[in-house]
């Protein structure tokens, strides 16, 4: 950091929202940056979150840098005794047609799990489409809040329930944060 290395054998990782776990994330997955393999590629870090972009004229070459690009992240996270989670990982086309169900490794790897291609992706709670509609996003979340916000309206119906002023207070407090 700032140019001084330190070195340090982990044995253990930091608990779940952590004050120290943050500084230690940047510290660790900041050599990822350096390894940018090709001029077409994009990489997005947001707290624990990571996002490669990787754009090619043909799909071959595309699953080709972005498999050498897992490899070459993979090899990062090792220096910390880190590993990525290809379960959790997605794959999303965002052109060139490529229907969903196609696979890319995870590395280059004969062995290396693969990564299946679906319709939409979530980052950072956001639902990706390759339509760029995100129709997918707002259905979720349509869905997501139906519920609450019919349980908030019969507490404000009620003749016993909430005044208007405690129920306005919940929806732009609650409710309204949580949709945007």
Same mark, same amino acid.
């Given at each position: ?89 997605? =794959?999303?086309?965002?052109?060139? &047609? #490529?229907? !969903? ?7 280059? /790897?004969?062995?290396? @799990? $693969? ?39 019969? =507490?404000?119906?009620?003749?016993? &329930? #909430?005044? !208007? ?7 732009? /407090?609650?409710?309204? @944060? $949580?949709?945007?």
């Amino acid at each position: 950091m700032e140019g001084i290395q330190y070195n340090r054998k982990l044995c253990r990782g930091c608990p779940q929202g952590s004050q120290l776990g943050p500084t230690l994330w940047t510290i660790a997955i900041s050599p990822i940056y350096e390894k940018r393999l090709c001029p077409s590629s994009k990489i997005i870090t947001y707290a624990d979150d990571i996002i490669l972009m990787v754009g090619a004229a043909r799909p071959h070459r595309a699953f080709t840098r972005i498999e050498k690009q897992l490899d070459s992240f993979t090899e990062c996270a090792s220096t910390f005794s880190l590993e990525f989670s290809a379960s959790k990982s997605q =794959l999303l086309s965002l052109k060139g &047609g #490529l229907k !969903q169900g196609y696979t890319v490794g995870f590395g280059t /790897g004969a062995n290396a @799990p $693969r990564i299946e291609a679906t319709v939409t992706a979530k980052y950072l709670g956001v639902t990706l489409d390759p339509r760029r509609s995100y129709w997918d996003h707002v259905k979720s979340v349509s869905e997501k809040f139906s519920d609450m916000y019919r349980r908030l309206r019969s =507490l404000y119906l009620a003749n016993w &329930g #909430l005044g !208007q002023a405690a129920a306005r207070t919940i929806y732009k /407090g609650v409710f309204i @944060p $949580r949709i945007i």
